[in-house]
Antibody, heavy 121, light 111 residues
Framework: EVQLVESGGGLVQPGGSLRLSCAAS????????MSWVRQAPGKGLEWVST????????YYADSVKGRFTISRDNSKNTLYLQMNSLRAEDTAVYYC??????????????WGQGTLVTVSS | QSVLTQPPSVSGAPGQRVTISCTGS?????????VHWYQQLPGTAPKLLIY???NRPSGVPDRFSGSKSGTSASLAISGLQAEDEADYYC???????????FGGGTKLTVL
């Protein structure tokens, strides 16, 4: 059974940094691209970033490009999201997501429970 | 403003059939990118409902169906049940943005 468990969320001041983690189990982690998707309070889903299975390529939404960095440690089956220069509009529940196929942008069949990031002074 | 456009809300009585539209453009749905649909119950993570335009994952009832034509896609729910009351999102890949895009979401109310 696919399990994705996010951690690292919390309250941070504007301009601050936070690193999210997502521990994966139940599948061959290195065989799949992994993504972060966020949802601001009362709002819809927003794709944030995707990293290939090898970690060799990463893609970002324009809203986070240059501020967020996605990475992975395949030896630890863990996905990360380093978030710098945080803004109030980054406040959201952050989900890690696994596609249902080897395609980088396949449908997300696996989701974590989400971790809340609140950016506020 | 989402790249994919969905109606904010739809409603239907138990047993009825409702459809939710998802309108994109030539850089996403119209470019041949697959459309996927998710159901999100309050306070929970999204759940994959339809993938690859019209395929249902194991365990999803056949009351849910998806289709795609041109620059649009649709999710149909037949035999509405109270438990179907949720938010529904479409998703695709956008070549000009080089990333996934979601619709703004549609709230389904079962009357």
């Amino acid at each position: 059974e696919v399990q994705l468990v996010e951690s690292g969320g919390g309250l941070v001041q504007p301009g601050g940094s936070l690193r999210l983690s997502c521990a994966a189990s139940g599948f061959t982690f290195s065989s799949y691209a992994m993504s972060w998707v966020r949802q601001a309070p009362g709002k819809g889903l927003e794709w944030v970033s995707t990293i290939t299975g090898s970690g060799g390529s990463a893609y970002y939404a324009d809203s986070v490009k240059g501020r967020f960095t996605i990475s992975r440690d395949n030896s630890k089956n863990t996905l990360y999201l380093q978030m710098n220069s945080l803004r109030a509009e980054d406040t959201a529940v952050y989900y890690c997501a696994k596609p249902n196929s080897g395609y980088n942008y396949g449908a997300f069949s696996g989701w974590g429970q989400g971790t809340l990031v609140t950016v506020s002074s | 403003q989402s790249v994919l456009t969905q109606p904010p809300s739809v409603s239907g009585a138990p047993g009825q059939r409702v459809t939710i539209s998802c309108t994109g453009s030539s850089s996403n749905i119209g470019a041949g990118s697959d459309v996927h649909w998710y159901q999100q119950l309050p306070g929970t993570a999204p759940k994959l409902l339809i993938y690859g335009n019209s395929n249902r994952p194991s365990g999803v009832p056949d009351r849910f169906s998806g289709s795609k034509s041109g620059t649009s896609a649709s999710l149909a729910i037949s035999g509405l049940q109270a438990e179907d009351e949720a938010d529904y999102y479409c998703q695709s890949y956008d070549s000009s943005l080089s990333g996934s895009v979601f619709g703004g979401g549609t709230k389904l109310t079962v009357l």
